[in-house]
């Protein structure tokens, strides 16, 4: 298939895929190289994205082919696709799975080569000294079973990642089964989710907030039927997953543990947070001893994008579990994107945002970035300050507060979130809005009475700090007003606009607002944050704070 003279999209030599925002078949273009491109940048007209080693490898996993990618590169590009970069997209794809990963009756686990060539030159690096045995023939050798992990790591960082056919112990069982009832049963992206997951046997699954992550979970435990390890960001997050699993499947109340700063309950089903499990004392974690408290069938990584390094050492060891990633979005500020597609498997599965709105299962969602101007004597002391002050001081700029009680009372009978990092600038807000305030300091039960009460309507607004971010389900909530961030997180982002994404019971929209000082680095970072809306399909609007 030729160009199309018209098409969306330029195609170029140096791995950078040009798309033009307002062209009718934007969005469809959008789509079908969402699964094998990454967003770089976002502005008004033209969105720029990169095809990478890790992009292309995720898209061989999820079953996406070379001939594929081409045939959508070629069907959707203006002008001619240069042959060097599709030979490169062949090429680069080619080599996944050029590195198997078996376990063989005779000599157990073994990395087995297509290619003898390739097996010489992994073998020969010192990336891989120490993991691999005797030489079985000459395109197998045998690899000591508890560097499964830290090969695999090795083997990607080479640019050979190995597909990792070796199977799975099938750990201790112990029935687990969805309980429909109430006209609830898995939705059809839900399932095929899971089916992808058990398909490839480890993985990552990409959903958006808001549409049910926790239930593959509750899906894949059910199709597993083992004793499952859940890893979850914080003991609210590790409440909700416990009250999920109690209402969406057969557990019972004394089969589900909670493993935290509060309690130490080891239970066929134990749900452990990331902060306990990276304590650490004289050097050692001691909490890492979970992992092998039990024989674990199934473990599962909630926000997985978040992932602290020592658990990722423990997962290295942990390679003949089956292990489940769950995010809403694949982006690490850290980079370590690779350990994550090492250590916990590729991409499985993945639902555009807009896919799942269109279908009705998350709310429509409206982006406004408003944007305001620090006074003269305020602009001043940021010109001034130290370079890692200014990002608070326009964050924290004073006139914020009166654009967030206008959008507040702008929005009077919505259920409204106003977030932010900064825990001085929420509770001036919290005392102007006459409204409660979370933060990290907040107890449990405290954060979970206030939760409640505004799920229940009783509280009209609520003022967050981060904690908020991850894994709290307030489906009500319908208007979100963002004051500060974690500088430019797309991730965080992703999780702020989640937080209003649950269906409403009116069938409404949501509104998601960034306050932004213009002519700061907060602008810089809003910018960048923006990327991940932008890669979502979301629009946003900008209008001026003097115009609300």
Request: with cysteine; glycine share 8%.
């Amino acid at each position: 298939m030729g160009p199309v003279p018209d098409g969306p999209l330029i195609v170029q030599s140096d791995s950078t895929l040009l798309l033009e925002v307002a062209h009718p078949q934007a969005d469809e273009c959008r789509r079908a190289v969402a699964p094998f491109a990454e967003l770089e940048r976002a502005p008004e007209h033209v969105h720029t994205y990169r095809l990478t080693p890790l992009g292309l490898w995720n898209a061989r996993a999820a079953g996406h082919d070379a001939e594929g990618v081409v045939d959508r590169l070629l069907r959707y590009s203006r002008y001619p696709v240069p042959h060097a970069l599709l030979v490169q997209v062949a090429e680069t794809m080619a080599r996944y799975g050029r590195l198997k990963l078996l376990d063989d009756p005779a000599h157990g686990l073994v990395l087995q080569a297509l290619d003898a060539a390739v097996l010489a030159e992994v073998t020969r690096s010192k990336r891989t000294a120490g993991m691999l045995g005797e030489r079985v023939d000459a395109a197998t050798v045998v690899v000591h079973p508890s560097q499964r992990g830290h090969l695999k790591q090795a083997l990607v960082k080479l640019g050979w990642p190995a597909e990792d056919l070796a199977g799975y112990v099938d750990g201790e069982a112990h029935p687990i089964a969805l309980r429909h009832g109430d006209g609830w049963a898995l939705r059809p992206y839900q399932e095929h989710a899971v089916e992808s997951f058990f398909h490839g046997g480890s993985g990552v699954v990409v959903l958006p907030c808001g549409a049910g992550k926790t239930l593959v979970g509750a899906g894949a435990m059910a199709r597993s039927s083992t004793t499952t390890l859940i890893l979850v960001t914080n003991t609210v997050a590790a409440r909700q997953w416990r009250d999920e699993l109690l209402a969406r499947t057969s557990l019972t109340a004394d089969e589900i543990g909670e493993y935290s700063g509060q309690r130490k309950q080891i239970r066929p089903v134990t749900i452990a947070t990331y902060q306990v499990l990276t304590v650490k004392r004289q050097g050692v974690y001691p909490h890492l001893e979970l992992f092998d408290a039990k024989d674990w069938g199934l473990i599962i990584y909630d926000e997985v994008h978040l992932l602290p390094a020592p658990v990722f050492r423990m997962t290295a060891d942990l390679q003949a579990r089956r292990r489940l990633g769950l995010t809403a979005t694949l982006v690490r500020e850290d980079g370590h994107e690779d350990e994550v597609f090492s250590l916990i498997g590729p991409k499985r599965y993945d639902a555009p945002w807009k896919d799942i709105e269109a279908q009705g299962y998350i709310a429509p969602a409206t982006c406004v970035e408003v944007r305001l101007s620090l006074p003269e004597p305020d602009r001043m002391a940021y010109a001034t300050a130290e370079p890692d002050d200014r990002y608070r001081l326009a964050a924290t700029a004073a006139a914020k507060t009166g654009v967030v009680e206008r959008l507040v009372a702008a929005h009077t009978g919505s259920p409204t979130l106003v977030i932010g990092q900064y825990l001085d600038q929420l509770h001036t807000l919290a005392e102007h809005l006459d409204a409660p305030v979370i933060t990290g300091a907040t107890p449990v039960p405290e954060r979970q009475r206030l939760y409640a009460a505004f799920r229940a309507g009783d509280v009209p607004v609520l003022v967050v700090s981060k904690v908020a971010n991850f894994s709290v389900d307030l489906p009500e909530a319908s208007v979100a007003i963002q004051v500060s961030g974690t500088f430019g997180s797309r991730q965080e982002e992703a999780q702020r606009l989640g937080r209003i994404l649950r269906p409403k019971a009116d069938g409404g929209t949501a509104t998601f607002y960034t306050l932004v000082t213009r002519d700061t680095v907060d602008a810089d970072y809003a910018a960048h944050r923006q990327r991940f809306l932008a890669e979502q399909g979301y629009a946003y609007t900008i209008t001026d704070a003097e115009d609300l």
